[in-house]
């Protein structure tokens, strides 16, 4: 497969440059490009091309207001920093602008370069910020002392392989400016918090940037405001509240609106509002609601370039597409369509021309050309067309059943390959979060199983985004309890629906929530003949003394273990493990520090200690996104071997199970 992403249009549309990502097969890496591909008109006037150094590792592709630099990150001698290049005339080697250590963000007149990057201070070395600085207990010698000395919550974050430094030891994340052609750097923020969302506002006298500032003092706050700092001084002001989470900030070319999500309390609807702002730059009048967040979710906001409608990415009942709204209040509208997810949109600043990417279920992502309303859309990559006509692949069927509150629950089957007479198992798959959703994307895992032979169901229970916040908040407090009838129902549905199924062969399979789901399912029902459970949950209790994801717990079950013990057992798989009879392959990674390894080593031992068969395959080197990002070596791996216990229980030595 090869990969696209990070989509950006030319200012004058004449180009589109993106990320091209391979896998380095023998050298067991992926490998990133920078890919342009030429228009006139709308059209592609030639192939794509690579427009990087094939050698050296290039990703992130910004472009000036006037489209004659193009900016990269690229890793060079070991270290990942910001690059030029000139476009539209011979421009020889790529090029560093003195000063810019950071993806740039050009003001809109082109005169200066902002950045975000870490400010100096805090201590120097390898070592920084391994003991705390508030540490009471000592050391003999603090050289030749190697360990880690914690008085912080927030330790460590999945996708770092060590512990994270005490965050007194470091600089906070700041935004720095540099005159567009170069010079010394001048910190423009010296707040005591990470900046994060930086826009600029339209006349360049200063920049918009949402930030926490109890992020140290509190961990577990999800609190995000609003901020504005002024170009000339540095004057930092607050504009919102300080009582909720703001982000995404959006002003409209004139300066006089600020578009922004809002979300009043952590478990309520994230909401599109609008305010305006004064001559100083403060906002003024009351937040006008332009979407509540209920139904359709929205995404970071955009405004068009006549400043009379925002425009917003959401899922929608497993798409993910644009949509636009009048700025002055109405109804939403979309402006992509069809069964598919498109991403990374980038526009042009006169609003004529956009391009993004776009997968479905049956093709992987690849880079698109359209006017902004949707209309006339080119394809413009084809890189996964050679060896997707050398496959077969079964499209999903969309499959809709009811639980017994009357909800409608929505799923998906793949059949097999070669389906051929007889009866066929079929494998349950269920998606992470439980926030999240499945939809109209290319999945590897599901085409594999296809292709083995098996059917494919893969649902989006309540719990699920794209489905509108009350189904998104329909588990909470109830996880496993409330939404194993959509699975259990689900089953039955895609049973009666394709009498080619054979219920005594049915397995079941996920991750993160999903091998939650798996080992909940596994040890509340006798319908399952083989599971694969990967990065799982057993233990609510366990899993919030040791996850990265402080808050999570404490907001979908009302509080702590102690606050909630019997809310938190009554949930937890190993309440009830004594029940599996189910062969149970564990897919666990060493540095996964979401679902941390104690869980997946909690249902080995389980299962070991009732006699199930069992095997446990811990992957090196990887964290919580192993099926995703991990060493592709590793991932396919992961695949075959997930396929291979399928077909051991559910082809080879079938039926078994419960």
């Known amino acids: 497969m090869v990969f696209v992403g990070d989509v950006a249009l030319s200012p004058n549309g004449e180009m589109v440059a993106f990320t091209r ?4 097969e023998e050298e067991n890496r992926r490998h990133r490009e920078l890919w342009v591909v030429p228009l006139e008109d709308g059209q592609p006037t030639g192939a794509p091309f690579r427009f990087t150094d094939p050698t050296r590792e290039a990703w992130g592709p910004r472009w000036s207001p006037d489209g004659s630099l193009l900016s990269f990150q690229s890793r060079r001698d070991d270290e990942a920093t910001t690059w030029f290049a000139r476009v539209g005339a011979p421009g020889g080697e790529a090029f560093r602008v003195p000063g810019v250590e950071g993806a740039p963000l050009w003001s809109p007149d082109g005169e200066w370069i902002a950045f975000v990057d870490r400010a100096e201070g805090g201590e120097e070395g390898e070592r920084a910020g391994w003991i705390a600085p508030d540490a009471i207990t000592e050391t003999p010698d603090r050289e030749r002392f190697d360990g880690r000395v914690l008085t912080q919550v927030r330790y460590k974050s999945d996708g770092t392989l060590s512990l994270l430094p005490h965050p007194d030891a470091r600089g906070r994340n700041q935004i720095f400016v540099v005159p567009a052609e170069g010079g010394e750097a001048r910190q423009l923020t010296e707040v005591s918090f990470d900046v994060g969302g930086v826009e600029w506002a339209p006349d360049g006298s200063g920049l918009i940037f949402a930030g926490n500032p109890e992020g140290d003092a509190d961990p577990f706050s999800q609190r995000s405001d609003l901020y504005r700092v002024e170009i000339d001084d540095g004057e930092v002001r607050m504009l919102t509240p300080g009582d909720a989470v703001y982000r995404a900030p959006a002003l409209s070319a004139d300066g006089q609106t600020l578009a922004y999500l809002h979300q009043p309390e952590p478990d309520a609807p994230t909401r599109l509002e609008v305010r305006g702002v004064g001559a100083d730059g403060t906002l003024t009048g009351e937040a006008r609601i332009l979407v509540d967040g209920r139904g359709v979710s929205p995404g970071g906001p955009e405004w068009t370039s006549d400043g009379e409608s925002l425009r917003f990415t959401a899922q929608d009942r497993g798409s993910v597409h644009l949509f636009q709204i009048p700025a002055g209040g109405g109804s939403v509208t979309a402006v992509t369509e069809g069964e598919r997810q498109v991403g990374s949109i980038s526009t042009t600043p006169d609003g004529s021309w956009m391009a993004y990417t776009a997968t479905d279920a049956v093709t992987p992502d690849e ?9 006339g859309e080119t394809r413009l990559t084809d890189f996964n067309d050679g060896w997707l006509a050398e496959i077969a692949l079964r499209a999903p069927e969309r499959l809709t059943w009811q639980v017994e509150d009357g909800t409608e629950v929505e799923g998906w089957v793949i059949p097999p390959v070669d389906e051929g007479p007889g009866s066929h198992p079929m494998i349950l798959k269920i998606h992470g979060g439980p926030n999240a959703m499945y939809g109209h994307t290319f999945f590897q895992t599901f085409h594999l199983l296809s292709s083995a032979g098996f059917y494919v169901l893969y649902p989006n229970p309540r719990g699920s985004t794209g489905y509108g916040h009350d189904f998104m908040m329909a588990t909470r407090g109830l996880w496993g309890l409330m939404d194993e009838e959509d699975f259990l129902a689900g089953v039955d549905a895609a049973l009666e629906a394709y009498p080619g199924i054979d219920p005594e062969r049915i397995g079941v399979g996920g991750g993160s929530y999903g091998g939650y789901a798996t080992n909940w399912l596994t040890a509340r029902s006798d319908r399952f003949a083989a599971a694969v459970t990967s ?18 717990l404490e907001q979908h079950f009302f509080g702590t273990p102690w606050d909630a013990e019997e809310t938190y057992r009554a949930a937890s798989p190993i309440t009830y493990v004594g029940n599996v009879t189910t062969p149970t392959l564990i897919i666990h990674s060493e540095q996964d520090h979401r679902t941390p390894m104690q869980d997946g080593e909690m249902w080995y031992r389980s299962l070991q200690s009732l006699g199930v068969p069992v095997e446990f395959v811990r992957y090196p080197r990887s964290s919580h996104g192993l099926s995703r990002t991990g060493e592709p070596w590793l991932l396919v791996d992961r695949l075959v071997r997930l396929r291979s216990w399928f077909e051991h229980w559910l082809l080879d030595e079938a039926p078994h199970g419960g």
């Open 21 to 24: 990502t391979r896998v380095v």
């Open 367 to 375: 880079v698109f050309l359209a006017q902004a309303d949707g209309s």
């Open 535 to 552: 990065r799982s949950i057993a233990s609510l209790e366990t899993l919030w003394g040791t996850s990265d994801a402080l808050g999570t």
